[in-house]
């Protein structure tokens, strides 16, 4: 889309050289022909090394924009990306690619759907009820049970096994609200990436990423009714226990552990090695490796023991 | 049905003339045609200005019944209205109702399946594997994604988004318990209504009410996982975050922010504007607006906070 | 399996006679042609009264196992025996059985798929989407709502209701892991049992056991979005709100009635007639009867209402 189309559906000012914009993107990883955006002051010191071609900005931060880049000056930079997110979405389904191409060995369920686009590995057992989504990419001996549903533009490694009724890529949880508290959907134009040998359970969620990808790494473990938000990674090798959640863009590190029904707040960077106990609630990032957690908000696990000691000591 | 079998079906005392019965309801709602019951002492205050033809109560309530309404008298009126609930029941399809009215422009996979009776309204995507039973209506422009599951008599609004694996209009947790501990079902006769413009994410259950309707209001954005119990309501332009559960026939005023894993107890009022943390559990009705609360039980944020430091202290 | 030949794929050391192995199993349930295992010190005891034919043991182990029962010795018993587990698991669908075998008065609806060698009952509804499994075997009057999946294997009784997109024998959460943090899936082959005249809500999931069976029994209710895990046993009449996880193993007496989003820990043994408030957290097992609990540790819900008095009372 052009800069100037663009500039007209979201009523901004423009100036400078018209370009084409075939994308958006974040300050940190859009390129030239992408359009990122400032909806956050604190985002502000972040505009001078981004790649972007253009980014919508209110009128105060306008002139925070180098003239290597084009500033599109609106009053609501959050809710006119919103507005634009919507016109850089892909279609439901790419009806007019060619059929799923299917590798050799591969046993595809005639009740299963395989969108138009979609790649399948070989050896694969695509189950009943099991949906792959345009473009989606599913690797060798991989599982998807019946009514698995992988959402067009996914990855999924080889040697996975997914369970009955989980979702993959399904739309993170992101909107741009108004001064009268209506929502204006953002459109979530990035994608699932899971590595090989992932086994995921029954009735899980997995967002996609607003932008780029929600990554769960090879080796990891995530059992049954887990809600993974929009732009998170779970390093190798993790295990994540039942109804546990992760609020969106957290980075868990490499062999991460966690009891079943924990949380981890969202934006949160934990460092590898680290368990929690059932319950926990992570509500800062972890710097150190190698530590056992409880608690929410959380602590060290002994510390926690001890809180409970004391606390049981009040009622006596 | 008519009074006169009712009270053979359920053994009950019964005088007065005959009338016919067309379905059951709260004191509040009944109408002359329809049948209601007090379960509880504390609705015996309710009866007098119930409209209801016909009340089924035990010995000690008989004499609150006016004389124009009859009282079907019974040991446990809770455990008969169990058993009646499944008479007023409905097939689990209309067989016999016309086939699905779909809407110009609506694309419907050839592996969703609309029961009889259903109807589509216009440019809605109804994907592989999605369900609306009979006499279900879904507005326009409406997006069904794959597996999703709505249940008969079900009420989808336009511009609707509904994500994977979501199931609205499953019976609500209700049944009568006998001294056995042996539990009756009761058939949950009501709906589910989402209004125009409602967002809901993968893997979300919202029970249909046993009389009436669970009711989304407008604008509202529901996260993944989510658990709304029969009978409750969710005021317009509300936002739940994943994971977060409400209980029986609660109220949430208009623009409710709930973050991930909150809770909120049965029967309760929340007013409009209040913002509710992360595993937040509510457990009172809330008459004030424009206040954030914490913690479980739930407290203003800030005492929330004051305890926490206090807590945190004990351990040094 | 011969047992030589499973003494070459975990390059185990072996002597005695050879014996034909059929499966594997605990050492309290093996019998003569099982192979069970001892990967924990706290399983020694057990040994003796073992009836397996053979034991997989480390070299500390292997003194303990009598003369007429055959050790395999091996560096990492419990890695061995997840390497076994997918030797013993068995195909996704048993293509070559012969087409499930439906009931009287059943109504398949063509877009449920019910594997070769599943068994339905009379007057059944197996709706659009549901799964039923190879060797399958649901009762009669039983209802599965549209994409309920039961895996292979799994047992339903006679009039159960399931509701949307429940998952009934998913694989349980197990996994044997190296000093790299890589993990090696145990293929679970037990199954799940669900008794007669149970309700299960939607986007539940319950997992298969390991060996033997994770077991439901009559009468219970179990409400939307609950986990529970491989190898659980769920008492007879027992009532289980939304939300709420069971870890694996736990047993639940007869009429345990759980508030939503409760948890209980694994391997617990709970007695009869207890109630457990909203979010308890069970973390020891309760052998008396008739108590209500709450909180996280849990507690007695009286303890628990002090506790927040006095904590109440720390912020004013």
Redesign the interface.
């Known amino acids: 889309m052009k800069l100037s189309q663009i500039a007209i559906l979201i009523g901004a000012e423009f100036s400078g050289e018209d370009r084409e914009i075939k994308s958006m993107n974040t300050l940190f990883d859009a390129s030239l022909n992408e359009l990122s955006f400032v909806a956050n002051t604190k985002y502000i010191k972040d505009i001078a090394a981004s790649n972007a071609g253009a980014i919508i900005v209110d009128k105060n931060t306008k002139d925070e924009v180098p003239s290597t880049c084009i500033a599109l000056v609106v009053e609501s930079p959050y809710w006119e990306m919103a507005v634009l997110s919507q016109k850089f979405s892909k279609q439901?389904e790419d009806v007019n690619s060619p059929k799923a191409n299917i590798g050799e060995g591969s046993v595809i369920?005639p009740?299963a759907?395989l969108a138009n686009g979609a790649t399948i590995g070989k050896n694969c057992?695509i189950?009943?009820?099991a949906?792959v989504g345009s473009n989606a990419v599913i690797g060798d001996n991989t599982?998807l049970?019946?009514?698995v549903?992988v959402?067009r533009d996914c990855h999924i490694g080889s040697e996975c096994?997914i369970?009955?009724?989980?979702?993959i890529g399904?739309?993170g949880?992101g909107?741009a609200?108004n001064k009268?508290?209506?929502?204006k959907?953002i459109y979530h134009n990035g994608n699932v990436v899971i590595e090989d040998d992932v086994?995921i359970?029954?009735?899980?969620?997995i967002?996609r990423a607003v932008f780029g990808k929600t990554l769960i790494k090879k080796?990891s473990?995530l059992?049954?009714?887990i809600?993974i938000?929009h732009n998170c990674e779970v390093g190798?090798?993790s295990?994540i226990?039942?109804?546990t959640?992760l609020?969106g863009s957290s980075k868990l590190g490499?062999?991460s552990v966690f009891g079943?029904?924990s949380?981890v707040?969202g934006h949160l960077e934990i460092a590898p090695f680290n368990t929690f106990a059932?319950?926990t609630?992570v509500t800062k990032s972890i710097k150190e490796s190698g530590q056992v957690f409880a608690g929410?908000?959380f602590?060290n696990h002994k510390?926690w023991l001890?809180?409970?000691a004391?606390?049981?000591k009040?009622?006596k």
Do not use: C, W
Request: hydrophobic share 35%; glycine share 12%.
């Open positions: 439901l369920s009740k759907e057992h189950m009943a009820g949906y599982i049970y019946p009514n549903v959402y096994i369970h009955a009724g989980s979702a399904s739309d949880f909107f609200s009268l508290g209506e929502h959907k086994e359970g029954s009735n899980t969620s967002d080796g473990r059992d049954n009714l809600h938000a190798e090798y295990v226990a039942g109804q959640g609020a490499r062999s079943a029904q949380g707040a059932a319950r609630g929410f908000p602590m510390s001890k809180i409970q004391k606390l049981a009040l009622i």
